[in-house]
């Protein structure tokens, strides 16, 4: 299994920045997918997830109104499109996926990508 993120970069606060995730070796459809980050000095923080059923959102709540999580399950991506950004975003993000999750929590994940970075200047 390979999850390969992209899309990370340096934006000025108030900018926007869309990370996308390429899974392969694994039934896509089938996995709730997430994004995490991680931020120098700090834990591992979900930020969004989105379900396998019925493509239900979830969302931390320092996030709500500014990012989407979307996927593709014919291309097997999953997206996280990041507006109104500000410093305390930055971070690496990490794409994961898990088989079923009830908590959104980095335990139930059993696949990570090997991040992408984030920097937000002010």
């Known amino acids: 299994v390979q999850l390969v993120e992209s899309g990370g970069g340096l934006v000025q606060a108030g900018g926007s920045l869309r990370l996308s995730c390429a899974a392969s070796g694994l039934t896509f459809r089938r996995y709730d997918m997430a994004w995490f980050r991680q931020a120098p000095g700090k834990e591992r923080e979900f930020v969004a997830g989105i379900t396998w059923r019925g493509g239900l959102t979830y969302y931390a709540d320092f996030v709500k109104g500014r990012f989407t999580i979307s996927r593709d399950n014919a291309k097997n991506t999953v997206s996280l499109q990041m507006n109104t950004l500000k410093p305390d975003d930055t971070a690496v993000y990490y794409c994961?996926?898990?088989?079923?999750?009830?908590?959104?929590?980095?335990?139930?994940?059993?696949?990570w990508g090997q991040g992408t970075q984030v920097t937000i200047s002010s």
């Open positions: 994961a996926s898990s088989p079923g999750s009830t908590a959104w929590s980095s335990p139930e994940f059993d696949y």
